[in-house]
Nanobody, 130 residues
Framework: QVQLVESGGGSVQAGGSLRLSCVAS????????MGWFRQAPGKEREGVVT???????TYAESVKGRFTISKENAKNTLYLQMNSLKPEDTAMYYC????????????????????????WGQGTQVTVSS
């Protein structure tokens, strides 16, 4: 049974940092396309960053240079390090995974836009105050 469990959200002031974690079970995260997505109140969900099975990352322009995605294969865990947080980063953050892991042939490169990932976590709330 595939499961994704996020943690690490919270409240922080602008300019601060948070690290989100997503523990995966029921599959090997290193072979999957995985990513972080977010949804702010009253807005559509948007892709933040994805990482392919080869480790190729795709970031949204709004977070480039501030957020970093990483995997710890031994723990089957995905991370999102968020620095220089802004109030507009306030949202529910979701971890997602899809078995078509490769960047080109698995089309992981498109997932940040089409969000066609098979598995989703329940989300963790991030609130950034000014």
């Amino acid at each position: 049974q595939v499961q994704l469990v996020e943690s690490g959200g919270g409240s922080v002031q602008a300019g601060g940092s948070l690290r989100l974690s997503c523990v995966a079970s029921g599959f090997t995260a290193s072979s999957y396309c995985m990513g972080w997505f977010r949804q702010a109140p009253g807005k559509e969900r948007e892709g933040v960053v994805t990482i392919s099975s080869e480790g190729i990352t795709t970031y949204a322009e709004s977070v480039k240079g501030r957020f970093t995605i990483s995997k710890e294969n031994a723990k089957n865990t995905l991370y999102l390090q968020m620095n220089s947080l802004k109030p507009e980063d306030t949202a529910m953050y979701y971890c997602a995974a899809d078995p078509s892991g490769r960047y080109l042939f698995g089309n992981c490169r498109s997932r940040i836009k089409d969000e066609r990932l098979a598995y989703w976590g329940q989300g963790t709330q991030v609130t950034v105050s000014s």
